[in-house]
Structures are given as structure tokens and as C-alpha cells.
């Protein structure tokens, strides 16, 4: 996996919507991402944590469990846009809303939000859920977003200071110099939850809705072999067939706190 306070790299960035709202990308550093969550209302018996091998089970097993999200990053190689562009030819647009709902999306309008996007998706679905503050910034957005549809949603984001000043604020603390919230991002981030239903879905703002993976066991959280089979591994598995991918992938896991 990449270094976890590599900086984002500024290059051509398929991701950006056209939106005049910007935000400085977030450096990819579980710190930053926890304390983050944090402000807005997650409990601290939750944080980030690095995932330095999926395939070493000594590093696997340093992890605390159960693993609630993944947040994966990984640059916007030509081979994932033209797997991302196929897979959503078939695909309609997501419409749903409401308290039915199996996971809350949230589409991305905000130019470089797509690590806010990333942490809200992780701290809004699943288990997760559960550590939430009563009548926190998070558990207020949840009882918000809820009623409406994806479009009102992204504006609801948009239209939020609470959420704005704290991504602000977090994304000035890194070790490396931010770029500005303007500047062209090659990194994106997707996160990976476990629903109620015990399905794994992945969750990008960029795509035309949720993405149902596949079904998880009782016990199998989104660490386990065959979550990260359905999921992450896919795309290293991509990038590796494409011959000479970009492998700069990281990834955190949500989970219990070490402190």
C-alpha cells in the first residue's frame, strides 16, 4: 500500500464535477481523517487506522475489529475510467430516498470533496451509525438527508457550514503543503461499508449511485477475505492486468480506537 501522508498529486482530474464550490483536498492521513470525523460528532471509540498489507496476516491482524468502513485511494488511472464508464453505461441514475433505504449516498458536486464525501460515507452507513452523537453535526445530516433525493442531497452538503469549517480546518492540518481547493486532484477516494443487510457496498460520489458488491456473513466485516475480494482487491486486480498501473493505493480502516 502507498505512504499514508503521500500528498495528493496534482494532475488532469476526471473526478471534478463542474461546480463553482471548491474544497482543499484532504491529505490522506488517518489522523486528519479521525479527527475530522471526530468534530463532527463520531464517538472517539472509533478512528482511522492504515492498512499496510492485505495480504500479510501478521499487519492484518494489529487492526482492531470489526473493521466498520475501508476508505480506499488510489489514482484515476485510464483503466479504471473505462471500466467506470462501462459499468455505468448500464446503470440508471439512483433516485432513492427515504428511511428504506439499505445505505445513504451522497453525490459529489464539490470540486476536491472527495474525501469528505468518502469519511460521510463511512461514518453514515452501517454499524457506524451506532457511534454517532445524539444531536451531533453527523446525526443531524443522517436525520436531514434522509427525506431527500440524491440532487437535494449534494446541495444540502453544499449548503452546510459546519461541514465546510470543519473540512477546512482539517485539510490545513497535514504534513505536507495543501494545495489549493481550485487545483486539478489525481487521487480519489471510494469507501467500502457493511450494510444492516450484511451486504457490502461500495460508495463514490462520483458514480451514478451505490454499488451493492456482493453478501457478507454475520461475522465478516469489511477486512475479511472475502470483502476485500469483492472490493479492494478488484482494483489492484484491474490496474495489475492493465500493465503498468498506477499502484499508488492506499487504505484505511474504520474501527475501533488503539487508545
Given at each position: 500500500m502507498a505512504d499514508p501522508k503521500e500528498p495528493p498529486s496534482t494532475s488532469s482530474n476526471p473526478s471534478s464535477r463542474p461546480s463553482g464550490l471548491a474544497f482543499i483536498p484532504l491529505e490522506n492521513n488517518p489522523e486528519i481523517m479521525t479527527s475530522l470525523l471526530h468534530t463532527l460528532g463520531l464517538s472517539k471509540t472509533l478512528s482511522f487506522q492504515d492498512v499496510y498489507s492485505l495480504e500479510d496476516p501478521t499487519l492484518l491482524s494489529f487492526l482492531p475489529r470489526p473493521t466498520h468502513a475501508l476508505l480506499l485511494i488510489f489514482p484515476v488511472?485510464?483503466?479504471?475510467?473505462?471500466?467506470r464508464h462501462a459499468e455505468d453505461h448500464s446503470l440508471q441514475p439512483y433516485t432513492a430516498c427515504g428511511t428504506s433505504e439499505e445505505v445513504m449516498w451522497f453525490k459529489q458536486t464539490i470540486k476536491n470533496a472527495c474525501g469528505l464525501i468518502g469519511i460521510l460515507h463511512a461514518a453514515c452507513n452501517g454499524a457506524t451509525r451506532d457511534f454517532l452523537e445524539p444531536g451531533g453535526p453527523l446525526a443531524t445530516l443522517i436525520a436531514d438527508a434522509t427525506p431527500l433525493p440524491p440532487d437535494q442531497r449534494a446541495h444540502l452538503l453544499a449548503t452546510t457550514p459546519?461541514?465546510?469549517a470543519a473540512h477546512e480546518s482539517a485539510a490545513k492540518q497535514g504534513d505536507t503543503a495543501a494545495p489549493s481547493a481550485h487545483d486539478p486532484i489525481d487521487l480519489h477516494y471510494v469507501c467500502f461499508?457493511?450494510?444492516?443487510?450484511?451486504n457490502l457496498w461500495e460508495l463514490d460520489g462520483r458514480r451514478k449511485g451505490p454499488l451493492m458488491r456482493g453478501e457478507l456473513g454475520i461475522e465478516e466485516d469489511v477486512l475479511s477475505e472475502k470483502a476485500l475480494e469483492m472490493g479492494v482487491k478488484q482494483f489492484l486486480k484491474r490496474e495489475q492486468e492493465a500493465g503498468g498501473g498506477d499502484l499508488r493505493f492506499s487504505l484505511l480502516a474504520l474501527g475501533p480506537s488503539m487508545e
Amino acid at each position: 500500500m502507498a505512504d499514508p501522508k503521500e500528498p495528493p498529486s496534482t494532475s488532469s482530474n476526471p473526478s471534478s464535477r463542474p461546480s463553482g464550490l471548491a474544497f482543499i483536498p484532504l491529505e490522506n492521513n488517518p489522523e486528519i481523517m479521525t479527527s475530522l470525523l471526530h468534530t463532527l460528532g463520531l464517538s472517539k471509540t472509533l478512528s482511522f487506522q492504515d492498512v499496510y498489507s492485505l495480504e500479510d496476516p501478521t499487519l492484518l491482524s494489529f487492526l482492531p475489529r470489526p473493521t466498520h468502513a475501508l476508505l480506499l485511494i488510489f489514482p484515476v488511472s485510464s483503466s479504471y475510467e473505462s471500466f467506470r464508464h462501462a459499468e455505468d453505461h448500464s446503470l440508471q441514475p439512483y433516485t432513492a430516498c427515504g428511511t428504506s433505504e439499505e445505505v445513504m449516498w451522497f453525490k459529489q458536486t464539490i470540486k476536491n470533496a472527495c474525501g469528505l464525501i468518502g469519511i460521510l460515507h463511512a461514518a453514515c452507513n452501517g454499524a457506524t451509525r451506532d457511534f454517532l452523537e445524539p444531536g451531533g453535526p453527523l446525526a443531524t445530516l443522517i436525520a436531514d438527508a434522509t427525506p431527500l433525493p440524491p440532487d437535494q442531497r449534494a446541495h444540502l452538503l453544499a449548503t452546510t457550514p459546519v461541514l465546510a469549517a470543519a473540512h477546512e480546518s482539517a485539510a490545513k492540518q497535514g504534513d505536507t503543503a495543501a494545495p489549493s481547493a481550485h487545483d486539478p486532484i489525481d487521487l480519489h477516494y471510494v469507501c467500502f461499508i457493511k450494510s444492516g443487510s450484511n451486504n457490502l457496498w461500495e460508495l463514490d460520489g462520483r458514480r451514478k449511485g451505490p454499488l451493492m458488491r456482493g453478501e457478507l456473513g454475520i461475522e465478516e466485516d469489511v477486512l475479511s477475505e472475502k470483502a476485500l475480494e469483492m472490493g479492494v482487491k478488484q482494483f489492484l486486480k484491474r490496474e495489475q492486468e492493465a500493465g503498468g498501473g498506477d499502484l499508488r493505493f492506499s487504505l484505511l480502516a474504520l474501527g475501533p480506537s488503539m487508545e
